[in-house]
């Protein structure tokens, strides 16, 4: 006897989303709440009002293992998501007629591998950022966070001309004009996403350099505020990938031997 339980993925990526959001929000607050002087604390003493997304997630081992396990299941989501894409990127399809014309442009492939494995790199560096924090190894985390951030543009900016040529090789032919409007969503969201994440790094790292040089009251906080957009900005994007696909259920099926 074979047993085939089917869960809806949006379910799975909403669910995974909202615990990573809430984690997050919740490690910031209780951080101000709890420990605003040590998690808005600097190197030279500035006064600050908002901690850096480091210093919230390692402000006692309480919020690392509230930010860790989300992160965790999510990687696990993230990394599901992104064999789904490469997937439907790959052997993406519209019938016109008798005949399946393959959706992509002779190089979409390329394309393809470049998007996924910059998407595996940005969850490999959000678990090293997560599991290493700076209390723990702060280079190695220095580091995480600075791959984090440009790999994670990178992909965003590659999935978003990802999305813009296979909807330009298939559009005109796709007859499901339902999926057509959630591309055409997507597409949007995208491109907000891709502004506001390359607006935030550009003003962060101004402001972070401006930080350490001349370490004036509040500057750090407004680099601080950029992280928060920036993640808030990737888990919308994240979000927007549900539209690019069609509606996928993870199966799972277990079989029962009868002797």
């Known amino acids: 006897m074979i047993v085939d339980n ?51 997630i390692d402000f006692n081992g309480f919020h690392r293992i509230l930010w860790q396990v989300p992160v965790l299941l999510h990687a696990v989501e993230h990394l599901t998501m992104t064999v789904l894409l490469y997937q439907h990127y790959q052997s993406s399809t519209v019938r016109v007629s008798l005949h399946t014309i393959r959706a992509h442009s002779p190089w979409s492939g390329t394309l393809n591998k470049a998007t996924a494995t910059a998407d595996v790199v940005s969850v490999l560096s959000l678990l090293t950022l997560s599991f290493v924090t700076s209390t723990l190894h702060y280079k190695i985390h220095r580091n995480a966070v600075v ?3 440009l790999d994670t543009t990178l992909h965003i900016i590659l999935a978003t001309y990802q999305l813009y040529v296979h909807r330009s090789w298939s559009g005109a032919l796709q007859k499901d004009q339902l999926q057509q409007q959630k591309v055409a969503k997507s597409m949007r969201v995208k491109l907000i996403c891709v ?10 790292t101004f402001v972070y ?11 750090y906080s407004v680099f601080a505020l950029c992280e928060y957009v ?12 549900l539209w690019d696909i069609p509606n996928f259920q993870v199966t799972m099926m277990h079989s029962d031997s009868i002797t």
């Open 230 to 241: 920036i993640v808030a900005s990737i888990l919308a994007f994240h979000y927007s990938l």
């Open 195 to 204: 502004a506001v994440n390359i607006a935030c790094i550009t003003i962060g």
């Open 147 to 149: 791959l984090y951030m």
């Open 6 to 56: 089917r869960l809806p993925f949006r379910k799975i990526v909403v669910s995974s989303l909202i615990s990573v959001g809430l984690s997050f929000c919740l490690c910031i607050l209780s951080g101000l709440y709890f420990g605003y002087g040590k998690v808005t604390l600097t190197h030279c003493g500035s006064h600050e009002i908002l901690p850096s997304v480091s210093a919230a």
């Open 209 to 219: 350099k401006h930080h350490t040089a001349y370490c004036k009251a509040y500057t």
